[in-house]
């Protein structure tokens, strides 16, 4: 019997150009659509909130009905951030204040991100999210989550407070999945982007490699 995989993620499931490239075939999701027992359904969204997330999952992509789930988010919700998602887009509207939202951003980005402690999803709300994709076991559906790739020095002084945060997130999907849990706490330097989240090609093959040894996948 072939196994039915879902595999839901932000951008981290992605192929991409930049900062550095990762080939389509190279990311992970691919990597489990080469296995020939697997039917894979891939629903990835760049700079995608564990709610928009869900809300897709449940809106329309549960009715893949999955044997298995695969989930890789968080980054996006915990980062912490210069401005929020309205503020965003509302000073966007408009050539001046979007000019002026560029160069406030590069300047003083830093600052504001450790002054301000903005996050797109606040803890409690991940964690009520979190426990509502795991609730779906309950449907006979084996679900496994990808943890938040470690912070380094140079990513915590460019983005104040990302460690802290990575570990508050990831603490809260860890205690709701136990051996459900995949982390990646041991991912090599040399997986992640220059970017300091985003999964090069030795990244993926190391997360692809964690998915193997842990899940029924």
Same mark, same amino acid.
Request: glycine share 4%; proline share 4%; with cysteine.
């Given at each position: 019997?072939?196994?039915?995989?879902?595999?839901?993620?932000?951008?981290?499931?992605?192929?991409r150009t930049k900062?550095?490239?990762?080939?389509?075939?190279?990311?992970?999701?691919?990597?489990?659509?080469?296995?020939?027992?697997?039917?894979?359904?891939?629903?990835?969204?760049?700079?995608?909130?564990?709610?928009?997330?869900?809300?897709?999952?449940?809106?329309?992509?549960?009715?893949?009905? !999955? #044997?298995?789930i695969i989930v890789?988010?968080?980054?996006?919700?915990?980062?912490?951030?210069? +401005?929020? =998602?309205?503020? *965003? &887009?509302?000073?966007?509207?408009?050539?001046?204040?979007?000019?002026?939202?560029?160069?406030?951003?590069?300047?003083?980005?830093?600052?504001?991100?450790?002054?301000?402690?903005?996050?797109?999803?606040?803890?409690?709300?991940?964690?009520?999210?979190?426990?509502?994709?795991?609730?779906?076991?309950?449907?006979?559906?084996?679900?496994?989550?990808?943890?938040?790739?470690?912070?380094?020095?140079?990513?915590?002084?460019?983005? !104040? #407070?990302?460690?802290?945060?990575?570990?508050?997130?990831?603490?809260?999907i860890e205690n709701? +999945?136990? =051996?459900?849990? *995949? &982390?990646?706490?041991?991912?090599?330097?040399?997986?992640?982007?220059?970017?300091?989240?985003?999964?090069?090609?030795?990244?993926?093959?190391?997360?692809?490699?964690?998915?193997?040894?842990?899940?029924?996948?």
């Amino acid at each position: 019997m072939i196994k039915k995989i879902l595999v839901i993620t932000d951008s981290l499931g992605l192929p991409r150009t930049k900062p550095q490239e990762c080939k389509y075939e190279d990311t992970w999701p691919v990597l489990l659509k080469n296995k020939t027992d697997v039917q894979v359904h891939q629903v990835s969204i760049g700079g995608a909130t564990v709610t928009e997330l869900y809300e897709q999952l449940m809106g329309y992509h549960i009715s893949f009905n !999955p #044997n298995v789930i695969i989930v890789q988010a968080g980054i996006v919700d915990c980062a912490p951030r210069a +401005f929020t =998602k309205f503020e *965003i &887009s509302f000073l966007t509207k408009y050539k001046i204040s979007a000019y002026l939202l560029k160069i406030i951003t590069r300047r003083y980005s830093s600052f504001l991100r450790r002054l301000r402690g903005i996050t797109y999803t606040k803890p409690q709300v991940f964690k009520k999210i979190v426990e509502r994709i795991s609730d779906l076991k309950k449907e006979g559906i084996e679900i496994y989550w990808i943890g938040i790739a470690p912070s380094n020095l140079e990513y915590e002084k460019k983005v !104040p #407070n990302i460690t802290k945060n990575i570990s508050i997130f990831n603490n809260i999907i860890e205690n709701r +999945f136990h =051996k459900e849990f *995949i &982390s990646i706490d041991n991912i090599p330097n040399t997986g992640i982007m220059s970017d300091h989240f985003h999964l090069n090609k030795v990244g993926n093959e190391y997360v692809f490699n964690c998915i193997m040894k842990q899940s029924n996948a």
